[in-house]
């Protein structure tokens, strides 16, 4: 996958959270930042294949964040998502409600999170990406 395919992606989904969220993005809180890969044995190849961490941020109610991350989680479950972390309390007065989870096969990490009384913040983290046409290097 290219990078701008890989962008696109990432940005339909957080989109797509925040319309599950009932949330408004921040257009000017986009944030992609491309790394290169690493091996298991910290190897780096020159194939140019990357992750992408994608985030963005969008205003909601504090009100409303409970109920919103509740929403989202059922979203990814029902997308074949496993959650590997959560969080629900109201006592906290920022980071009180977050959903962290990861697709089984696809292998991407998503997250959606409380930041300030009118933001939550919304992640997608890929796996290791190869651009087309690009001969994957071999270690």
Known sequence: MSKDKAEAWAKHWTESMARTAKAEIVPSTH???FTNCLGKKGESADDGRFTLSY?????????????A?????TELKAQGFRIVGSRADASAEKGGYLVQAEHP?????????????QL???GVDTPCLLPPDAEQQEF
């Open 120 to 122: 939550i913040s919304l």
């Open 55 to 67: 985030h963005v941020r969008a205003k909601l109610p504090k009100a409303q964040h409970a109920a």
């Open 31 to 33: 944030e992609a930042n």
């Open 69 to 73: 991350i509740q929403a989202i989680t």
């Open 105 to 117: 096969k696809d292998r991407q990490y998503v997250s959606a999170g409380d930041v300030t009384d």
